[in-house]
């Protein structure tokens, strides 16, 4: 029984850190990811969080917060939020969405 339960606390402790590593590589993708939305004079072809779309897409209207919220972006992610903006107002300007009181609305 002694044995099992330090291989479970073992398993547990290792669960922990890839759970960690992970977080990290995410937001370190997401910064990756947000950086075309970032520069004022990019060139070239921005590509679209399709988790931001299918979000958009699949729930009609959805609020800015719980937007975030969906994508795993923490508050303290300044520089995730303000790309996830850039590409609500890119998505704005081509007439695929639009804002109103209570959030973001698909509409193409």
């Known amino acids: 029984m002694e044995t099992l339960k330090a291989d ?6 290792d669960l922990r850190q890839k759970e960690v590593v992970l977080q990290r590589y995410e937001a370190e993708l997401r910064r990756y990811r947000a950086e075309p939305f970032q520069a004022e004079a990019f060139k070239g072809v921005r590509t679209f969080s399709k988790e931001l779309v299918d979000i958009l897409k699949a ?4 609020g800015s917060y719980q937007i975030l919220e969906l994508l795993g972006i923490n508050p303290g992610e300044a520089e ?5 903006s850039k590409q ?8 695929l969405i639009k804002a109103d009181g209570k ?3 698909w509409i193409a």
């Open 80 to 84: 995730a939020i303000k790309a996830v």
């Open 88 to 95: 609500l107002e890119e998505l704005e300007k081509f007439n």
């Open 103 to 105: 959030g973001w609305q």
């Open 8 to 13: 479970n606390k073992a398993l547990r402790d």
């Open 59 to 62: 729930r009609g209207r959805v």
